[in-house]
């Protein structure tokens, strides 16, 4: 079982930062592939970003390239997601997940939710105009 509890989301305005951060307990870490999806009101639950953690490799959405930095700390066994220059559109509730299958992430598996069978509570983000 992989618990996670995510932190970090709030109100910003256009062109603000936030940080997101998904900490990880209950099964190896270095194993992990851990992604971050958003869903917005009305819409489909989408993946944006993605990390393998044994490797460190980042995947990101044409959506938030440039923009959003996925990063790890293999000390807290926790997962950042760095998000600049926000746009109202980002405005969504975010969720961590992870997957103790890290192959599931090859291909762009890390943007499908069936990649993933574990996740957070998520954590709204607002960013204003």
């Known amino acids: 079982q992989v618990q996670l509890v995510e932190s970090g989301g709030g109100s910003v305005e256009a062109g603000g930062s936030l940080r997101l951060s998904c900490a990880a307990s209950?099964?190896?870490?270095?194993?992990?592939?851990m992604g971050w999806f958003r869903q917005a009101p009305g819409k489909e639950r989408e993946g944006v970003a993605y990390i393998v953690i044994g490797i460190g490799s980042t995947y990101y959405a044409d959506s938030v390239k440039g923009r959003f930095t996925v990063s790890r700390d293999s000390a807290k066994n926790t997962v950042y997601l760095q998000m600049n220059s926000l746009k109202p559109d980002d405005t969504a509730m975010y969720y961590c997940a992870a997957t103790i299958f890290s192959t599931r992430c090859s291909g762009g598996g890390g943007y499908r939710l069936s990649s993933f069978g574990y996740w957070g509570q998520g954590t709204q983000v607002i960013v204003s105009s």
């Open positions: 209950g099964y190896t870490y270095s194993s992990l592939c």
